[in-house]
Nanobody, 115 residues
């Protein structure tokens, strides 16, 4: 069973920055894609950013230019660097890891953007 450990959430003021981390129990090389999703109260879970095993990335339009997804193979960790945060970025952020035949979720980390 794959386990994903997320960290880095918290409270930040509008315009501030946070970096989320996701460390899987297996090597990140095993996964086809690793992604960050988020779910705000009363809304559906949505894809924020994705990185493939080949290093390709894609982003939700709402975060392009502000968020960056990256992987550190030496630390076996995937990051989501979030900058210029807005109140509408407030949500629980979930790490997702996809294998060929299964997908796995972390427990989520709360990000709150508020003054």
């Amino acid at each position: 069973q794959v386990q994903l450990v997320e960290s880095g959430g918290g409270l930040v003021q509008p315009g501030g920055s946070l970096r989320l981390s996701c460390a899987p129990s297996g090597s990140i090389f095993n996964f086809r894609t690793m992604s960050w999703y988020r779910q705000a109260p009363g809304k559906e879970r949505e894809l924020v950013a994705r990185i493939t095993s080949g290093g390709s990335t894609n982003y939700a339009d709402s975060v392009k230019g502000r968020f960056t997804i990256s992987s550190d193979n030496a630390k076996n960790t995937v990051y989501l660097q979030m900058s210029s945060l807005k109140p509408e970025d407030t949500a629980v952020y979930y790490c997702n890891a996809a294998l060929l035949s299964s997908t796995h979720w972390g427990p989520g980390t709360q990000v709150t953007v508020s003054s």
